[in-house]
């Protein structure tokens, strides 16, 4: 048996190594993730078009550095700005016009919002690969017993657990949070209780694009060649995981893209022969949650949704 | 492989944009078509999606025609035909190129897909063609009308095996793009090369990615369990660059050898220091002239082109050319039977990249030249001839 020898060939070193790359890859979901989930608990629509803005955030932070010269935490905060900025006009130019048309609109909407910017940016930046800067400080290898790992492999679960605890609890302490809550549960009801619907609209479009900017920044600094279709693959994917974890939940996100993220990894680990078959993972997971658990992992449990 | 080389083309051909072209973009005479002229086709794709290989392609032709204008006291002119990029626009034009313009025998195309469309048309015409940078082995192979200039995708999975094993490597793994026929190819090639030269069970691991794939560390974690001497790891430019960035991220310092796709700017803008010291295949090198005729090309290009330099498919197009030319001048005939029998003869004949000689298939056998990666520059590292591959 094939998995047999794989565990008996497996040094603690080599286990140890895929479990780290499968935890960086599953965090970077997550973030992503988070995006999806937040913004179908509102609206109940899926929103397409975020692995695109991933994709322009990564644009954005490539800019800021080697065009505009920008110290790169300086470009950071930038691209999180630029990129919630982004997703506020998305939401007013494709999505704000269809709020009272069929959801099946607004889903179509998404879709064309996702090839507009893909086109754009192939067209903006042409579609030849381009180098995400190196940061030393985050793009360092540190060996620790002879597993190599990334700097920013210790930030991205790290920052990815600040952003999910920041996030938690603006939607459950905070009076906007309060609002995004009621628009999530009944937007009609939370409209004629004189909540402005389209400014918490608008507040979890700005919030789910900053999160996908950070992930940006992450995934670019870990996996360095940015293309106009590098959000596609995540995309999708991270849309699986928010699926998975339950969609609307935002900790199930978190776990789906962890499933995802170290999942992958460890089939190519144990499964050497599968290995072209990883993105394949995703979408048998998602057949199965479909199957046996429609609402998701923790799609049940928790009644809050946004 | 197509898409990245025609990637990498339109940079190079908006670079000539910039540049400025000159002038020379003049058809050849249409008035001439007496007695005292032979018809050679020029069957491109200089318009769609592949027009940028096709452009370049088109000016190695004319250079070379420029070079070598008669045969045997009779002016060559040129038949320009567009192919369009499309499969069945491809096989009219070469209907065409043979039932109306009635040429002796046709040079080109860029693209296999486009070859093996013309395929049937020139075997059932009995009108030989020679193919310029059609690298799929299905364009020759049972088809005795159709040659090639350029080598077949598998050659270089040999190329690279002799060179590992020359160097001494006894221990390879490979990393195939298992969605990619091209990648594919030539690690199967690498393979029973390798395993020939170094013992069965020589390579001893072979892992497999998807086309646009972003993240290798799992199957390169178990690569590096297994220790390999070397890795052949042929693939689109973008996805070998990040492979070798990690690959030296976990740590892996053993070389890593690709293919030609990688020998574009962005392979090394992407791989940035980390792809320093990799080897590849390539068939033309212009640091180093391989013979006479290709220090004539190469000058005869610069002049022609304001200072440009010349990449690959301008010169493969160019020996394209030469090969006709010579079976012309053999023949000493315009029976197109003949001449296709005088190419089938090709025999060390005098190329921009080596001495070309074809085989039965219709395939050359020439030198191949590893390349590698040196301060953020390609750079010429080696030269391995056909006779390096016999000699195992």
């Not at chain 2, 002799?162 to 026929?181: H, L, P, T």
Request: aromatic share 10%.
């Amino acid at each position: 048996m094939e998995i047999f020898q794989a565990i008996a060939n497996m040094t603690a070193a080599g286990f140890a190594q895929h479990l780290v790359n499968g935890i960086s890859l599953g965090s970077l979901y997550a973030l992503i993730a988070i995006g999806y989930t937040m913004v179908y608990g509102i609206l109940l629509m899926i929103n397409f078009a975020h692995g695109d803005i991933v994709m322009m955030a990564c644009y954005f932070a490539f800019f800021g550095i080697t065009a505009f010269h920008i110290p790169w935490y300086l470009t950071f905060v930038g691209t999180i700005i630029a990129t919630a900025l982004l997703g506020v006009i998305i939401e007013r130019t494709a999505y704000r016009p269809l709020r009272d048309a069929p959801k099946n609109s607004v889903l179509i909407s998404a879709i064309g919002a996702s090839f507009l910017l893909e086109n754009l940016a192939n067209y903006l930046f042409s579609g030849r690969p381009m180098h995400f800067p190196d940061i030393p400080f985050l793009s360092s290898m540190i060996p620790i017993g002879g597993v190599q790992i990334q700097a920013i492999c210790f930030f991205i679960p790290v920052v990815t657990v600040i952003c999910l605890v920041l996030l938690l609890h603006i939607v459950n302490h905070t009076k906007t949070g309060m609002a995004m809550r009621a628009v999530s549960k009944d937007y009609e009801i939370a409209r004629v209780m004189g909540i402005n619907i389209d400014n918490v609209i608008s507040i979890t479009f700005a919030l789910g694009s900053a999160l996908a900017a950070v992930g940006a920044i992450m995934w670019g600094i870990r996996y360095p060649g940015i293309t106009p279709y590098l959000g596609v693959m995540p995309g999708l994917k991270c849309f699986i995981a928010a699926v998975v974890g339950g969609i609307g939940n935002i900790k199930g996100a978190v776990l789906g893209g962890f499933i995802l993220g170290l999942g992958e990894i460890l089939i190519v680990a144990f499964f050497p022969a599968f290995s072209g078959y990883r993105d394949a993972f995703a979408f048998i997971v998602l057949i199965l949650i479909l199957f046996y658990k429609p609402t998701g992992l923790l799609g049940e449990t928790t009644t809050e949704k946004v | 492989m197509k898409k990245f080389v025609s990637a990498m083309l339109a940079m190079a051909v908006s670079a000539a944009l910039i540049a400025g072209c000159g002038g020379g973009d003049k058809k050849a005479d249409k008035g001439s078509g007496g007695g005292n002229t032979v018809k050679v086709g020029v069957f491109l794709p200089l318009t769609g999606d592949n027009a940028a290989g096709g452009e370049l392609e088109l000016r190695g032709i004319k250079l070379a025609n420029k070079l070598h204008p008669e045969v045997n006291g009779k002016k060559i002119e040129l038949v320009v035909a567009d192919n369009k990029s499309d499969k069945a626009e491809a096989a009219n034009v070469a209907a065409r190129l043979i039932e109306k313009d009635k040429v002796k025998v046709i040079v080109g195309t860029y693209g296999s897909s486009l070859a093996m469309a013309a395929g049937n048309i020139v075997r059932d015409a009995k009108v030989p063609a020679i193919g310029t940078s059609c690298t799929n082995p299905q364009v020759t192979k049972g088809n005795d009308y159709y040659f090639r200039a350029c080598f077949i995708d598998p050659f270089q999975g040999t190329v690279m095996a002799n060179y590992a094993y020359k160097k001494g490597a006894r221990k390879a793994a490979i990393v195939q793009e298992v969605s990619n026929d091209y990648s594919v190819g030539l690690s199967k090639f690498f393979k029973e090369a390798f395993e020939k030269l170094a013992g069965a069970g020589s390579v001893v691991e072979t892992a497999n990615y998807q086309t646009g794939d972003k993240d290798f560390t799992a199957q390169l974690t178990n690569l590096k369990a297994k220790n390999p001497d070397v890795v052949f790891a042929p693939g689109n430019f973008t996805e070998s660059a990040l492979l070798i960035k990690q690959a030296r991220q976990l740590g892996i310092k053993a070389p890593f050898l690709g293919g030609d796709t990688w020998e574009t700017q962005e392979f090394i803008n992407v791989g940035g220091k980390e792809v320093e010291g990799i080897c590849f295949s390539s068939a033309f090198d212009r640091e180093k002239a391989a013979t006479p005729e290709a220090k004539k090309f190469m000058e005869a290009y610069v002049k022609e082109y304001n200072g440009q330099q010349p990449g690959g498919l301008t010169a493969m197009a160019y020996d394209a050319y030469l090969i006709a030319y010579n079976a012309l001048k053999v023949a000493g005939t315009e029976d197109s039977v003949k001449i296709r029998d005088a190419i089938a003869k090709t025999k060390d004949l005098e190329t921009t990249t080596g001495m070309t000689t074809l085989n039965k298939d219709g395939d050359p056998i020439k030198n191949a030249v590893i390349k590698t990666v040196k301060d953020g520059k390609f750079t010429y590292l080696d030269t391995v001839t056909p006779d390096d591959l016999k000699a195992k």
